[in-house]
């Protein structure tokens, strides 16, 4: 699960020695008898605005998904037919013809424009460091499962072809849930808000 460029992977290391010089020590420095030493000149307002950046940036891209997941499944609903159209009762209707379908696929593409609109502004405010942790980590929490919520749903509206990694959908759905709970619980994220 996740996209096929994020490796999640980790690393145990056992009885591997690193030499003081050659420690990475942007935050702090290790002594020569082990204590750790935190660096009074690091700068902490970097280390927020890079999360705060990172998390914009997750609300476009969560806009930016699901719009990819919203053409493929309005396309398919062109295409499709099924049932009888009330239209034209001799003939079979397109599934988009179908209000109940219609809604679904107007629902994830008004949300992917939001999404991404809002992510985008939010990337560009953040690079003034205007918008609190608090809000930026809450429409991470609300854009990734609302993202992860109408993905699926859309996938559904396309059927069984749906399910097929060859429908693109599929590698989509698969390829963005983990973003849900990716820097940070969605709970506890959610929670910031109050």
């Known amino acids: 699960?996740?996209?096929?460029?994020?490796?999640?992977?980790?690393?145990?290391?056992?009885?591997?020695?690193?030499?003081?010089?050659?420690?990475?020590?942007?935050?702090?420095?290790?002594?020569?008898d082990g204590k750790f030493i935190a660096n009074s000149t690091a700068d902490k307002r970097l280390e927020h605005s890079s999360m705060v950046a990172t998390r914009a940036g997750w609300i476009a891209l969560s806009g930016g998904v699901l719009a990819k997941a919203a053409t493929i499944a309005?396309?398919?609903?062109?295409?499709?037919?099924?049932?009888?159209?009330?239209?034209?009762?001799?003939?079979?209707?397109?599934?988009?013809?179908?209000?109940?379908?219609?809604?679904?696929?107007?629902?994830?593409?008004?949300?992917?424009?939001?999404?991404?609109?809002?992510?985008?502004?939010?990337?560009?405010?953040?690079a003034l460091d205007r918008q609190p942790e608090w809000l930026i980590g809450?429409?991470?929490?609300?854009?990734?499962?609302?993202?992860?919520?109408?993905i699926e749903d859309l996938r559904?509206?396309?059927?069984?072809?749906?399910?097929?990694?060859?429908?693109?959908?599929a590698k989509i759905s698969l390829d963005n849930l983990w973003r849900v709970t990716a820097e940070g619980d969605v709970q506890v994220l959610l929670s910031y808000a109050g």
């Open 1 to 32: 699960m996740g996209e096929d460029s994020h490796d999640s992977g980790w690393m145990r290391l056992d009885h591997l020695r690193v030499s003081l010089d050659a420690l990475l020590a942007g935050k702090g420095e290790v002594s020569r």
């Open 74 to 126: 309005t396309r398919y609903s062109c295409v499709r037919h099924q049932g009888r159209s009330p239209l034209d009762p001799i003939r079979e209707a397109r599934l988009i013809d179908h209000d109940a379908q219609a809604l679904r696929l107007l629902r994830g593409i008004a949300s992917a424009y939001v999404l991404k609109l809002a992510g985008q502004w939010l990337l560009l405010d953040a």
């Open 138 to 150: 809450a429409l991470k929490a609300i854009a990734c499962t609302l993202s992860a919520d109408l």
């Open 156 to 169: 559904r509206c396309c059927g069984g072809n749906g399910y097929l990694l060859n429908s693109g959908i």
